[in-house]
């Protein structure tokens, strides 16, 4: 388990979540391996490849609930490719997980750059500098 106050984060998902007009529900926060995010990505998504977060929609109307599957292995990869604090990083991963049960989507034409920029508005609550260099998700 991560270093991370549980008040703190429970807090700053209810409030980006009711940012969106939605209630927070019921949200597993799943910290796995690099190997146990990939058998998941296959078992149940069909990819061959690791990633840092897989997101499992429960939403019922507007009560946003899911699970968040994270690798703790890859958000650390990426804190230190990007030159970020680890919390940072686990952060934003934890609020782009939320931010996909709200409904945003970052595959499309613009829609990375609209996941970016509500997760730096996002960050910006738990006073993270919203100007970080990304690379591309794995």
Known sequence: ??????????????????????????????????????????????????????????????????????????VRSNAEGLQVPYAQELHRVIIHGILHLCGINDKGPGEREMMEAAENKALELLKYPSKSPRQERL
């Open 1 to 74: 388990m991560p270093d991370i106050n549980q008040r703190v984060i429970q807090t700053w998902v209810q409030a980006v979540v009711g940012s969106y007009g939605r209630r927070a529900g019921d949200i597993a926060y799943i910290f796995v391996d690099d190997e146990e995010i990939l058998r998941v990505n296959r078992q149940f998504l069909q990819h061959d490849y690791y990633t840092d977060i897989i997101t499992f929609d429960y939403n019922d109307g507007d009560i946003v609930s899911g699970d968040l599957f994270i690798s703790l292995e890859t």
